[in-house]
Every structure is written in C-alpha cells, then in structure tokens.
C-alpha cells in the first residue's frame, strides 16, 4: 500500500488511506443496493470477491491519474 503525505500547514493528511477507505465504503454500499432487491441475491464469497476486484480496480485507475511526489511513508 502506497502512503502518501499532502502538507497543509500543519495538518498532513494521508491521502492513499482516505481514498481506499473512501471506495472500499462506496463499494459495499454499490453492492448492498444492488443486490438488494435481486431475486437471486449473492453469497457472501462472492460478494467478498466482486467488492476486492472492483476496489483494486477503481484503486488503481485513481493511482494511474496521479504523480506521485513527496514524502512517502
């Protein structure tokens, strides 16, 4: 996992964690309404492999957006 500091004064947020937390949430809850009202809702091992390749997927097309620059943690 890449950590990454963006300065702000002195408030330093890492900016890597916030996004993952950001679309790990935006995930689950994209699966939870999506399979909400399926006649054939999902199992749990499927919902836990669908929700980790879609995370990485979207973690690494934000990552391919960015240069990376500065402190690395």
Not at 9 to 31: D, N, W
Not at 50 to 55: A, D, F, G, H, Y
């Amino acid at each position: 996992m890449k950590k990454i500091r963006v300065r702000s004064g002195k408030l330093v947020a890492r900016v890597y964690p916030i996004l993952e937390q950001s679309v790990e949430e935006g995930v689950a809850a994209g699966l939870r309404r999506a399979d909400k009202h399926a006649d054939d809702p999902l199992t749990e091992s499927q919902i836990d492999r669908v929700s980790e390749c879609v995370r990485q997927a979207v973690l690494d097309a934000i990552m391919e957006r960015f240069d990376v620059k500065g402190e690395r943690l």
